[in-house]
């Protein structure tokens, strides 16, 4: 199967997280995570957080950062691979890598 990448703005807590869906029953709130199952794939997995979902995240949030783009000349790939890996973030990120914006696509 072929893989897929979803870019988000990461969030520092569920509560900001576009997958994280509140529910309440009285005064009790609960919080469950739409990205990762739970023993189904209807299930949404329930989040608990040591400070709450809505002070931190939990250790098996799937979310993580992008790399961060490289600044170095690589005599063993030929000064090519910071520039490839710079490229590929870029790419990801919907950035316009190497270009200026007086060139045409």
Excluded at 3 to 27: A, H, L, M, N, R
Excluded at 70 to 80: A, L, Q, R, V
């Amino acid at each position: 199967m072929s893989k897929s990448v979803f870019v988000i703005d990461t969030p520092k807590t569920c509560v900001d997280c576009i997958f994280c869906q509140e529910y309440g029953i009285g005064s009790k709130k609960y919080a469950y995570c739409y990205v990762t199952n739970g023993d189904s794939e209807n299930d949404m997995k329930p989040i608990d957080c040591i400070y709450g979902y809505r002070q931190s995240k939990p250790d098996w949030c799937p979310l993580m950062d992008l790399p961060k783009k490289k600044n170095f000349w690589s005599e063993e790939h030929g000064g090519k691979f910071s520039e490839g890996w710079n490229a590929c973030i870029a790419a990801i990120t919907g950035e316009r890598y190497g270009k200026t914006d007086t060139n045409e696509d």
